[in-house]
């Protein structure tokens, strides 16, 4: 299995922790429902500030705490900040792809951090692209877009959690986005809604290809870059 090389955002929540943020916990009711791309952008700063050594931003960025952890309102307090200046919420529709990219490379390019964000990989590299991320110690954020090109259509991704040796299927969702973080095989191992599932590759593909579109289901893809400035 091709993983982060760290362990992934842990918020204590409930006296346990958690296997990145959720927007389910925001006091905010747009948040609540539509913030899956401020999570998915902000876990993905907050992991880089963790374990690269960039030059982040001073205070923006909550600290671990000593059992490893990162405390609630301090999560929620840096996820708050970073919707306000990065990550913006449309209500009624969420985030598109494209804001969310260039929320994080508006970040990137104001703390001169040598990487730039990209959406879209062809499928025949998808695979390829996905483990060069994670061995470059970066997440990947996958959008699970809407079906296209009518968005009201009901055809959802399943998610699985792993029990023993088995796969079993606990929900679907669509329109949404989670973070990859480790590749096995078929199966990607994702941080969604706090918790860690997968998703089985092949179906994905086939979502896209039958219910969605890859113009708005694909990875953002993130890679070195110079600074030019």
Same mark, same amino acid.
Request: proline share 5%; charged share 25%; glycine share 8%.
């Given at each position: 299995?091709?993983?982060?090389?760290?362990?992934?955002?842990?918020?204590?929540?409930?006296?346990?922790?958690?296997?990145?943020?959720?927007?389910?916990?925001?006091?905010?009711?747009?948040?609540?429902?539509?913030?899956?791309?401020?999570?998915?952008?902000?876990?993905?700063?907050?992991?880089?500030?963790?374990?690269?050594?960039?030059?982040?931003?001073?205070?923006?960025?909550?600290?671990?705490?000593?059992?490893?952890?990162?405390?609630?309102?301090?999560?929620?307090?840096?996820?708050?900040?970073? @919707?306000?200046?990065?990550?913006?919420?449309?209500?009624?529709?969420?985030?598109?792809? /494209?804001?969310?990219?260039?929320?994080?490379?508006?970040?990137?390019?104001?703390? @001169?951090?040598?990487?730039?964000?990209?959406? +879209?990989?062809?499928?025949?590299?998808?695979?390829?692209?996905?483990?060069?991320?994670?061995?470059?110690?970066?997440?990947?954020?996958?959008?699970?877009?809407?079906?296209?090109?009518?968005?009201?259509?009901?055809?959802?991704?399943?998610?699985?959690?792993? @029990?023993?040796?088995?796969?079993?299927?606990?929900?679907?969702?669509?329109?949404?986005?989670?973070?990859?973080? +480790?590749?096995?095989?078929? /199966?990607?191992?994702?941080?969604? /809604?706090?918790?860690?599932?997968?998703?089985?590759?092949?179906?994905?593909?086939?979502?896209?290809?039958?219910?969605?579109?890859?113009?708005?289901?694909?990875?953002?893809?993130?890679?070195?870059?110079?600074?030019?400035?």
């Amino acid at each position: 299995m091709v993983k982060l090389k760290h362990t992934y955002i842990q918020v204590q929540q409930n006296g346990k922790p958690s296997y990145g943020g959720n927007q389910a916990w925001s006091q905010d009711t747009t948040m609540r429902k539509y913030g899956c791309g401020v999570i998915a952008g902000a876990d993905l700063l907050l992991y880089l500030s963790l374990h690269k050594k960039y030059s982040f931003g001073t205070g923006e960025f909550p600290n671990k705490t000593d059992t490893g952890d990162i405390e609630e309102k301090a999560y929620e307090n840096f996820v708050q900040g970073m @919707r306000r200046r990065y990550f913006p919420v449309i209500p009624g529709l969420g985030m598109p792809w /494209w804001m969310l990219v260039l929320g994080l490379n508006r970040y990137f390019w104001k703390n @001169r951090i040598p990487l730039g964000a990209s959406f +879209g990989v062809r499928d025949r590299n998808l695979t390829k692209r996905i483990r060069a991320m994670l061995a470059h110690d970066i997440p990947i954020i996958l959008a699970i877009g809407p079906n296209f090109p009518l968005p009201l259509k009901r055809h959802k991704l399943a998610f699985y959690e792993k @029990r023993g040796e088995k796969y079993q299927e606990v929900c679907k969702t669509a329109a949404h986005f989670v973070t990859i973080t +480790g590749i096995l095989g078929e /199966w990607l191992e994702i941080s969604s /809604w706090g918790r860690p599932y997968y998703i089985c590759l092949q179906e994905y593909r086939e979502y896209v290809r039958k219910h969605s579109c890859p113009l708005v289901s694909n990875i953002i893809y993130i890679r070195k870059r110079r600074i030019t400035r």
